[in-house]
């Protein structure tokens, strides 16, 4: 160890801020700016709207939501759409490559900036392995799966959480990507831009057709119309009532994942502070309307119990004696899965390189080629990471772990939103003595002060870690309440009731106090409303993952908490700086003292 833990205590450590200058030297900048408004969301776009378009809907339409399918994205939507905003606010303060990680270094503190870092590596990574692996998935039972009879005979695994057998067509098409990535940032967008493009004439083709031979009668289908033995609920448009729509919407929300790709490419982006919080907003609104567009003539045009749950399009098309268009939308799903691979595999180098270039991470991962003007070693790094996960993991399991690191992402970003719209930023500030007298007005801002002091700023902090300590008993309770019975159930119906008035008191005591006034590009509205609802529904998502699930994440970050506390901590460049200046103030004060 290079310092010795006497110059700061663990907590300074571990809540120091990184101090950066808005402006950057010409021909100092390491990361070319090169893309615009249309790049990024045309990024957010091709990392959103994967397979799960043409997927998703069918397995949510035939048996949790019926033709409502279409409402269920509509929730979906509004749910991400709350962690967007989040997004958006945070890329308009620190227009920096490294998305959340970046941000919350420079607002929060660096522990909280390397867990979201780390978090989001492992997002990003365990995705585009997901995504590699439904490629080839999908590629080898198009072929009549001769890569999986091969594999499973002479290369069988058999480890219980590994894949029946390596998957090294996927292993090898990552591998692909990546270099498509180290090629350069322009190249790969245009390159992303094209793949988008197919996958919305693709969508578009799908749209179009189905309002011509969609018919209104199979978003009405009466229950006795429903064939013996199908499962088809009470027909009608919301066959499977208001839980159907809910737990419709709750699969639903991972196929809105990936927007946060844009919040990545911040010193690659012409005018980040107005461009990243626009592309993030549109992606969205653009991934919305194609999901719920394509649910509504999916719907329209087969009856939502006959739907086929792995490839609802192509079957339909095939029923009604459409072929052209069953390979045209058989081809768009490649498209789809490509475009998805490179908006996935796109942002994890650059956080390698933000947390590498601070002193976080290890030092090589930093370097930038003179050529491409892209950290090519991070690049193959995650290329070959992401290669080996999905070569050795079933889909299944990859789908799972992506969810949870994302939910876990989306939940910090929220709670360093609520944190910075408190922060204290005034100079000079007149705080209430601690006598009894001022608990009161201090608690609950009696006095209505439009002024953030440091003690709103303390209260403030402690009703955030109160509200999501009772989100999170909130989350646990509601989870598991339906399959317990007697006083088990009992005791958790007591503890849902009580966690959900602590929700409410925090909530409306976070609303009567001071936030910082602030000149940003972008503002989440309604805050402390749309933070504190995403903490609640992330983390409702998160308890609804398996044991097995939160295991492999748990080990995920742990491994990143070993290279923190045993690398990161001491090589941090903040670390250093203010190390530097402690000692130049100390050796002020001793030649003062002489």
Request: with cysteine; proline share 4%; net charge positive.
């Amino acid at each position: 160890m290079r310092n010795s833990w006497s110059n700061h205590n663990l907590y300074q450590r571990l809540c120091r801020k990184k101090t950066i200058s808005n402006e950057v030297e010409p021909g100092k900048e390491k990361l070319k700016r090169v893309l615009n408004l249309f790049d990024l969301t045309a990024l957010g776009i091709g990392a959103t709207l994967g397979c799960g378009v043409y997927v998703l809907a069918g397995t949510v339409a035939k048996s949790i939501a019926g033709p409502a399918v279409v409402l269920s994205f509509i929730l979906a939507a509004i749910v991400s759409s709350f962690s967007g905003v989040c997004y958006a606010e945070f890329a308009g303060r620190v227009p920096r490559a490294g998305s959340a990680y970046i941000y919350s270094y420079v607002t929060v503190g660096e522990f909280i900036a390397f867990f979201i870092g780390w978090t989001l590596y492992i997002e990003h990574t365990i995705g585009s392995a997901s995504v590699a692996k439904a490629m080839t998935n999908y590629l080898d039972a198009l072929f009549g799966n001769p890569q999986k009879q091969y594999l499973k005979k002479y290369f069988p695994i058999h480890i219980d959480f590994l894949a029946e057998y390596p998957d090294f067509a996927s292993f090898f098409f990552v591998i692909f990507i990546a270099l498509i990535v180290a090629w350069g940032v322009k190249k790969s967008s245009t390159l992303n831009k094209v793949f988008t493009t197919l996958n919305l004439l693709t969508l578009a083709t799908v749209v179009v057709s189905g309002c011509f031979v969609g018919k209104l009668s199979n978003w009405n289908i009466p229950k006795n119309e429903i064939p013996p033995g199908v499962d088809g609920g009470n027909g009608g448009f919301s066959p499977f009532g208001w839980n159907g729509i809910i737990a419709g919407a709750a699969r639903c929300f991972y196929g809105f994942i990936g927007f946060d790709s844009i919040a990545t490419t911040g010193e690659e982006t012409k005018n980040p502070k107005r461009t990243i919080p626009l592309a993030i907003v549109l992606s969205l609104f653009f991934v919305t309307l194609a999901y719920c567009s394509v649910a509504s003539v999916l719907t329209l045009m087969w009856p939502y119990y006959d739907q086929n749950p792995d490839a609802p399009l192509p079957v339909i098309y095939a029923n009604m004696g459409m072929p052209i268009i069953k390979y045209l939308v058989t081809c768009g799903a490649v498209f789809a899965l490509m475009t998805t691979l490179l908006g996935c595999l796109f942002p994890i180098p650059r956080i390698l390189y933000a947390m590498s270039s601070d002193g976080l991470m290890f030092k090589c991962l930093s370097s930038v080629n003179e050529k491409t003007k892209t950290p090519v070693l991070a690049t193959m790094v995650c290329g070959v990471g992401t290669g080996l996960l999905s070569s050795m993991f079933n889909l299944e399991q990859l789908v799972e772990m992506t969810s949870i690191g994302t939910l876990m992402s989306y939940l910090m970003v929220c709670i360093c939103i609520l944190i910075l719209r408190y922060k204290n930023n005034n100079i000079v500030s007149q705080d209430l003595d601690n006598s009894e007298v001022h608990i009161f007005y201090k608690w609950w801002n009696a006095s209505n002060s439009k002024l953030v002091s440091t003690d709103s700023q303390y209260v403030s902090r402690v009703l955030i870690l109160v509200y999501t300590f009772a989100a999170f008993v909130f989350s646990i309770c509601m989870t598991n309440v339906d399959g317990r019975e007697g006083p088990l159930q009992l005791l958790l119906i007591i503890m849902t009731g009580i966690s959900f008035v602590f929700l409410l008191i925090s909530l409306f005591m976070l609303c009567r106090l001071p936030q910082a006034i602030e000149n940003l590009t972008f503002r989440v509205p309604f805050v402390p409303l749309i933070p504190c609802l995403s903490i609640i529904f992330n983390l409702y998502l998160m308890m609804e993952l398996n044991i097995k699930t939160w295991m492999r994440f748990g080990i995920g970050i742990l491994v990143g908490l070993l290279i923190y506390a045993f690398y990161g901590i001491h090589n941090s460049l903040e670390g250093d700086t203010q190390r530097a200046i402690n000692d130049k103030e100390r050796k002020q004060e001793t030649k003062i003292s002489n």
